[in-house]
């Protein structure tokens, strides 16, 4: 099975081309104040307006309130879900969306568990632990931590670059790949040669 790939932090319609363009399968839209990726929802309009068929636009929210998300839908046609914050299972479900948890791999963490506790996610985004930062660190982990036999998909994150996700894929085999600042030149503008060079070795890995 092939690894897919989304790009995170997209905040440029010209980006966003150049991820289709790539082929990447999915992109990813902040939706959190606190990021220099977040994007305003007539940004993310423009964006979400230039993708074909079969790419996956993907809202990113840490702790926001539902009207928030609701109106990211809406207006946005966001298609998938991303939650980087605390709320219970059963406030990701009520959207109508698939969703995707992400899990920050603090010390301990327990996947099982995790699973268990939002049984009804999608699949689960595995992401650096850094203090104050809900994701887009640059930060790798130990991928040997990640147990082979969890059920949900999982969606690498953390510190990947085209130098590194071959390794990355060859021990942990993921459902798919998230990239973000290993594409970038600054924060939310993209790099289009980082960008090919990390396709290409996603696909070297098929």
């Given at each position: 099975?092939?690894?897919?790939v989304?790009?995170?932090?997209?905040?440029?319609v010209?980006?966003?081309l150049?991820?289709?363009?790539?082929?990447?399968?999915?992109?990813?839209?902040?939706?959190?104040?606190?990021?220099?990726?977040?994007?305003?929802?007539?940004?993310?309009?423009?964006?979400t307006?230039?993708?074909?068929?079969?790419?996956?636009?993907?809202?990113?929210?840490?702790?926001?309130?539902?009207?928030?998300?609701?109106?990211?839908i809406?207006?946005?046609?966001?298609?998938?879900?991303?939650?980087?914050?605390?709320?219970?299972?059963?406030?990701?479900?009520?959207?109508?969306?698939?969703?995707?948890?992400a899990?920050?791999m603090?010390?301990?963490?327990?996947?099982?568990?995790?699973?268990?506790?939002?049984?009804?996610?999608?699949?689960?985004?595995?992401?650096?632990y850094?203090?104050?930062?809900?994701?887009?660190?640059?930060?790798?982990?130990?991928?040997?931590r990640?147990?082979?036999?969890?059920?949900?998909?999982?969606?690498?994150?953390?510190?990947?670059?085209?130098?590194?996700?071959?390794?990355a894929?060859?021990?942990?085999?993921?459902?798919?790949?998230?990239?973000?600042?290993?594409?970038?030149?600054?924060?939310g503008v993209k790099?289009?040669?980082?960008?090919?060079a990390?396709?290409?070795?996603?696909?070297?890995?098929?």
């Amino acid at each position: 099975m092939r690894t897919r790939v989304k790009f995170c932090g997209i905040t440029r319609v010209e980006d966003a081309l150049t991820a289709v363009r790539l082929g990447a399968d999915a992109i990813g839209l902040v939706f959190y104040e606190a990021s220099p990726r977040c994007v305003t929802l007539e940004r993310a309009q423009e964006i979400t307006r230039v993708l074909p068929p079969f790419v996956t636009a993907v809202g990113l929210f840490v702790d926001v309130l539902e009207p928030q998300i609701r109106a990211a839908i809406e207006s946005c046609g966001i298609q998938v879900l991303q939650f980087h914050g605390n709320e219970p299972a059963a406030t990701y479900a009520a959207f109508g969306r698939p969703y995707i948890k992400a899990v920050r791999m603090v010390a301990g963490v327990d996947l099982h568990a995790q699973q268990e506790a939002y049984a009804d996610a999608a699949g689960f985004l595995l992401d650096s632990y850094v203090p104050g930062t809900p994701g887009g660190s640059g930060e790798t982990f130990d991928w040997r931590r990640i147990p082979r036999n969890l059920q949900k998909p999982v969606i690498l994150a953390g510190g990947l670059t085209a130098q590194n996700v071959r390794q990355a894929i060859s021990l942990v085999r993921p459902f798919a790949v998230d990239v973000s600042s290993g594409v970038e030149k600054t924060k939310g503008v993209k790099d289009i040669d980082k960008m090919a060079a990390f396709i290409e070795s996603v696909r070297a890995c098929q």
